[in-house]
């Protein structure tokens, strides 16, 4: 009987999320950032990754991805897939 996990790639690139307010729409809102490998307070679009919130109760109506990082995270996906170095991102 085969199993019905899918095999870990060794390869495979794992990235860490940070989520911040979002300064671009009012509160509560979160947006969510990719960390770089090298540097855990920066994300992939270059922004410096701030504390947490201090009470850590917000209530959060809404959340989002940030762009540039998710471009940076498909960029490295697809190249990874179709065989070739991964980039270095961050």
Same mark, same amino acid.
């Given at each position: 009987?085969?199993? =019905?996990?899918?095999?870990?790639? !060794? @390869?495979?690139? &794992? ?6 307010? =979002? !300064? ?13 490998? =090298? =540097?855990? +307070? ?5 922004? &410096?990754? @701030?504390?947490?919130? +201090?009470? @850590? ?12 990082? &998710? ?12 065989? &070739? ?6």
């Amino acid at each position: 009987m085969e199993s =019905d996990r899918v095999p870990v790639d !060794p @390869g495979a690139t &794992m990235y860490q999320m940070w989520a911040e307010h =979002d !300064p671009a729409v009012e509160q509560p809102s979160l947006l969510w950032h990719v960390v770089t490998k =090298d =540097d855990s +307070a920066k994300s992939l679009c270059g922004r &410096m990754l @701030g504390a947490p919130s +201090a009470s @850590g109760n917000d209530q959060v109506l809404a959340e989002s991805f940030c762009g540039p990082c &998710m471009t940076s995270v498909r960029q490295a996906m697809t190249t990874a897939q179709s065989g &070739m170095a991964e980039p270095a991102v961050g």
